[in-house]
């Protein structure tokens, strides 16, 4: 389904569809956000990194654009191990910034200002020229018209299209006034979404090391 054909079946999700009590510009807003959404809960759309030569003495390389969540990294065929400033220092009785040797873990600065992965401990003239090799979830491209097609055209994922109309449609009934009856079909539509997420995690199997995180009623 194109974003057209999305919105169509969303505004039918809500009893809409004329688009009479919400407008295309609403439905369209919120599809954006239920492709973002479905994304972030399902962590079934990932790619691989363009491949990173590591450098001599350099212990930091800029992330991809379209950068969300690290799924795997490794090194010179070894996986590394996140690990954060804290657990640096609190594990060090100096200096942990200069240490250097054959990275084991990684930092992900994922602020605007960094977007960039540290290698610790700092690689040197050994492990220059060996590949750094990143799988992560991405930012999915957003979709510009109606003709656009969700999670960067992936026919793979096109089976959870019917997700993002269903997510679309329960923020879309709760711009308006919330009765029984509104309040039992975002139920269902919520409910309907949670299944496609966790179907979509299941196949692509990238949670089983955390469980799913399954949305509520109220978000």
């Known amino acids: 389904m194109n974003r057209a054909t999305i919105r169509s079946l969303a505004s039918k999700f ?12 609403q439905y369209n807003e919120a599809i954006d956000i239920a492709e973002r959404e479905f994304c972030l809960d399902s962590k079934a ?14 212990a930091t390389y800029s992330l991809p654009s379209d950068f969300w969540i690290e799924k795997e990294i490794s090194h010179k065929g070894l996986k590394l191990t996140p690990i954060t400033r804290h657990d640096l220092i609190l594990g060090n009785g100096d200096d942990w910034t200069d240490d250097v040797g054959t990275p084991t873990h ?6 605007e200002a960094r977007k960039q992965i540290r ?27 109606d003709s656009s097609t969700p999670f960067n055209s992936s026919t793979l994922m096109s089976q959870y299209h019917i997700a993002i109309a269903a997510y679309a449609a329960w923020l879309v009934l709760g711009y308006g006034q919330t009765t029984p009856d509104i309040q039992a079909k ?24 955390a469980p799913f995180r399954f949305k509520g009623i109220n978000g």
């Open 106 to 111: 990684y930092i992900i600065d994922p602020e």
């Open 186 to 209: 975002r139920a269902d539509l919520i409910a309907q979404y949670n299944a496609k997420c966790v179907q979509a995690a299941d196949t692509f199997g990238t949670t089983k090391s």
């Open 119 to 145: 290698l610790y401990p700092i690689p040197q003239g050994d492990d220059a020229g060996a590949n750094l090799i990143m799988t992560y979830y991405q930012i999915p491209t957003a979709m510009t018209g």
């Open 45 to 58: 759309l990932f790619k691989d990194a363009p491949t990173f030569t590591v450098v001599d003495g350099t």
């Open 14 to 25: 809500c009893n809409d569809p004329n688009l009479t009590r919400f407008t295309a510009t």
